[in-house]
Every structure is written in structure tokens, then in C-alpha cells.
């Protein structure tokens, strides 16, 4: 049943691979020359005047060196500082932390063979690099790096069906939006993020919880297989039949093990669905947990159904928004009743497209404020949600005068159904299963405007995480996962996947990248070996 597909993926797979002569060495060995591989790429050292030193670069001049190189080679892919180009890209983040980052200069390659290029080149000169695809990470250098080299993939935008329409093959340059948008006028679509800016890249490699998850799984769980350029410059696909092991690691493994170039999804069909925000006054707060709570125990009888709860303090104002979504064209579906059935102060819910309701979000979540995301998880308790819900608006009260900030907790199921679907195709790297479940996830959140109130609301949240895990833990409700895609960049995401899989991604990035290419010249974002102690609070 489920074999069709992969003939697409092996269909897609054979062209990238025939495209590409030069790439049959997946991993570096001990003996491993740069310069050779580069070679194998069309590039000859020895004929770029910035690299005849190249051994002697080190520090910033690494990256002036780096920098000139790749201009020689790709012209006007190389952004460089001061240009109305490099200033748009900057600028073109979500959280004004990123957007204030200054990388040396930004590469944009056009194919995956000039990102085999700028990996070699970055390791040829030991200049550190970051990879950005939707730039919706909160936190600075999660996907920008200050003085190294930051890839852009505003010029990879391409999305391919395959001849079956089975398979999408998207380019990381993709959001959401751009996606749902080009799969619309077949009425199919993909499992991937619920707001229309995310990116294609950062949300599918920390898994993606997506509207249609209790049905297919997390955005991971439906990848037929990932395009990556391996740490040897090395163009690879990773599928459960070929680099099974990378595969496995990519379904959570975050920029660990490679930079993606093509995610060849797995299509569904898709029309209307139904969705939108109800909110509730905080006096409606234990009618709403309710709802929420049973919604999420009894996801199983219905797997069309989503939601998330926010509970929000705007003005010094208590609000909870429901957020609810239904997979088919159904207004007021019978497994929402008892959410319906509290009153509201506003409703948007109708019957619309994925990427129309995936815009309604966006204009919730605006460019160019200060953010940080900060997550738990537990198991699905409706006592633990009440006292986290009052956790917070107690706490909020610390921060609440800081201008321009809209806090909230943002509340949602990992329901059965969905930890199921994490066992599809050989398993996902998380670490969780069906009996794990339900789980109540929590994401702590907040936008502001000044960098002046950082540390206390970097405080604020570290707070409601801290009292919402020693209560789990006194209730024995805790369970040690940690949702990379919520994550701030305080907590250390990969050893809470569990000691073997931690074990085995371990080995998986030694296997492809024995010189930690990933780790050290990628310092970004949540690495192997714990938290980088470049950040402090
Ligand atoms: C408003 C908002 C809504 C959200 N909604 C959802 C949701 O519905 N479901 C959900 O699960 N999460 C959601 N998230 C969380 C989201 O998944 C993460 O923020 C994710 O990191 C965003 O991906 P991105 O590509 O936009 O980010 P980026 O900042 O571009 O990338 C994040 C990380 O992934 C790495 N990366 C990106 N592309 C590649 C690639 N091609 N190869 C290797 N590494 C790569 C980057 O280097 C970086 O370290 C949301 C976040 C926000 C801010
Ligand atoms: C860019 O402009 C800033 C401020 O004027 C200056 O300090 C910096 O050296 C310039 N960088 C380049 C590469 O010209
Ligand atoms: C769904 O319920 C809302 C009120 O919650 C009502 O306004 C709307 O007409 C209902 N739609 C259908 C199709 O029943
Ligand atoms: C979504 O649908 C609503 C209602 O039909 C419409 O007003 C709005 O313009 C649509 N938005 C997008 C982005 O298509």
C-alpha cells in the first residue's frame, strides 16, 4: 500500500543523483583533502587568489577570506555589508535578535552543488556558517551568524510534483504558505507548519506539529526522503532505503548532520477544512481547560481534529483564544461541542483553505519585535494545566508594564494518534511513543520591543518553566522531552530525545561527519554537546 510512493522518491532521487557525477563519497575520512573534494566540485584552489594563503587565515580574516573566495567563484550569490541586498536579508527575520545579527557576508547558492561548495570553502578556511530557511527561530544565531557566513535560500524556491502526484519536492527557500498555496489547485497538500512564514527547513528537521498531525504525524513522520549535502561536500539522499541511519537522525536532529536541499514530501489529499480563533474571557478559563482536556484524551475517536489554547495577558487583560481546526470542509464538527458551547467575545472560525488560515496566524505574529520561546512537556493533566495556567498569569505580573509585550502560554496535545504516527517509516529520532501519551506541551512565549526588559522576561519565562516542571515532578506527571522547534536557547534539547537515541544520533553525525563540522563551524542552534556556552542570560 505504502509502496508507491518511495517509487516516486527513488524516481526523484535518481535524478538528483545522475545530476551529480561527483558526489559518491557520503563521509570524510581521517585523510580527508579539502582541497580535493573541491576539485571534484569544478573548483581548482589554486586558481582563487584569496585561497593561495588560505592555511594562514585564521579569526575574521577566515572569513574575508572565505567571503572573497566564494565571490570569485559565484559573483552576485556573495551579499556583502553595507548593501541595500545584505540589509533586506538582515532584516528579513522574524525576531529582531536575529535581525540583528551581522554575518561577514551571505551566500546565496542556486543549487546544491554551490552549497557543497561554500561547505568545502568553510572548511577550507575554518570560517564558521549558519543556514536560514523561514528565519523564524527566535533566538540570535539560531539560524544568522555575527562576522561568519549566513546561506540564504531566497533563490531555492522550487516545488515539484512528481508525475504520480504523490510527492512534493520542495526547496528550502520555501514557508508554509508558498507550499500550500502552489498544492491548492490539485486539492492536495503536505503535513507542515500551521502559520504561513515558517519556514520548510527549521520546522520538518525539529519534527512539525502540523493541523493534520493526529491523522499523519508529525511534518518528520511524512518526509519520503531528504536531499542533504553531507559534511564532505558530499550530495546525498537520505530516505528509509538509502542513508537509513541519516534518515532516522534527520526526523529531529535539527542542522546536526547537514544542510538539506530538497524535502521530497509526501502529499495528501486536501481541500476546505474548517478553523479559526474563539476567545474566551480568564472567567471562562476552567470550562475552556476542560474542553481542552477532553479534546485531547479523546483525539483517537477523532483524528480530523486539532488545537491549541493560548492563554494570552494584553492590556492587563486575562484572555484565552481556542484555536481549533478541522481537517474537512465541517463547520461545528461534534467532537468540538463542548468547546462550543462556551461563549465568546470573538470567533473567526469558517470554512476556508489550509493557506488561508495559515495567513490568519501570521498577522498574530508580526516581523520585528524581540521574542523568546521556552517549552516543557507532561503528561496530559487537567489539575497540572489549571495550576500552570495560574502559574503564569501570577507571574506575567513581574514583566507586564515592559512595552509592547504580549505574553501567553501556548498549550496543545501530543495525542495518541499523532505518537503513532512517529513509528511510520522506521521511527523518528524524538523519543517518544504511543504509550508516552497523551502529553501536554507547553510553549512560553513572549513579544516586546526593548532589548532594555530582555533579562527580565528571559527570567519571567525561565520561572514558569522551572514551577511547571518541580509541580509535574511532584505529581509524577514530568517527562524529560524537549520540543526543539519551542526551545529556548537555555535548554538542551538532544539528550532529552533519551539516552540511546542520544547515543545514536551521536553516532550517526560521527559516521557522516567525523570532524564535527556541523558542531564547530555550525555553532548555532541546539548542537550535540549541550548548550553553547556563548549564551548567558
Ligand atoms: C509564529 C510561529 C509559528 C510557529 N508554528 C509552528 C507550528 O505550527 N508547528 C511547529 O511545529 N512549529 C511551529 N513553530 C516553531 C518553528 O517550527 C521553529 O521556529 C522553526 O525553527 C522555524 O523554522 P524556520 O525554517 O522558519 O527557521 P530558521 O530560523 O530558518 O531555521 C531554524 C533552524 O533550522 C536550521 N535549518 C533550516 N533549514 C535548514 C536546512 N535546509 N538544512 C539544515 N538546517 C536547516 C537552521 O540552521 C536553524 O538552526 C512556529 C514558530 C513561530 C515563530
Ligand atoms: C559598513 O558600514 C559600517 C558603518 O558605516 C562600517 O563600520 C563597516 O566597516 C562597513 N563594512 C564594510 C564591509 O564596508
Ligand atoms: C457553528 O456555530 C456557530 C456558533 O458557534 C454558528 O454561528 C454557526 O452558524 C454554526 N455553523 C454551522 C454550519 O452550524
Ligand atoms: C481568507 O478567506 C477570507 C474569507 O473568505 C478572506 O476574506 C481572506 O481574504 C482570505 N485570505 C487569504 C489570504 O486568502
Redesign the pocket.
Known sequence: MRAIPWVAAMLIVEIVTLSHPSTSNAFAPPDFDVAKALLDNGVDVSTIPALLDYALATGTNACKTACTSLRDLFGSKILTQNTSAYDAFTGSYWSQQQTSVDPYCIFTPTAAQDVSILVLIARLTQCPFAVKSGGHAAFAGASSIDDGITVSFESMKKIELSEDKRIASIEPGNTWFDVYHALEPDNLAVIGGRVAAIGVGGLTLGGGISFYSSQYGFACDNVASFEVVTAAGAIITASPTSHADLYWSLRGGGNNFGIVTRFNLQMIPQGLMWGGSRLHTEAQSPAVIDAFYNLGVSSPNDIAAAQILSFVYVQNTKLASADLQYAKPI??ASIFSEY?AIPTTS?TTSVRTLANLTMDFNNKNPNGLRETYWTATFRLDKDLTGFIKDVFFEEVLSVADADALVPAITLQVITVPMLRNFAKHGGNALGLSEEDGPLLLIDSNSMWANEADDERILKFHRKIIERSVEEAKKRGLFVDYIYMNYASQFQDVMPSYGAKNYARLKGVARKYDPHGVFQVLQPGYFKLDGVSSRYTE
Request: hydrophobic share 50%; aromatic share 0%.
Open positions: 463547520a461545528n462550543l470567533d
